[in-house]
């Protein structure tokens, strides 16, 4: 879901990951299909700002 959010985000053309094996990159191919609906998108962006406001008080 982390993978697939970055990569709906405007502007963002790839997603770096931290795969260490062919068999982890495998695993993590599925995400460049799924779709997020707009409630998903909505939620996780303002967890996101949530967590960056938490991390500059």
Known sequence: VAIAWVLGR???AS??????TARQ???LM????LVLDDDEVSR??????????????
Do not use: F
């Not at 997603?15 to 260490?20: E, F, K």
């Not at 996780?44 to 008080?57: G, N």
């Open 25 to 27: 990159i495998r695993q």
């Open 30 to 33: 599925p995400a460049a299909q």
């Open 15 to 20: 997603a770096l990951v931290g795969a260490r």
């Open 44 to 57: 996780l962006a303002s967890a996101a700002a949530r967590a960056t406001r938490d991390e500059s008080a």
């Open 10 to 12: 405007p502007g963002i």
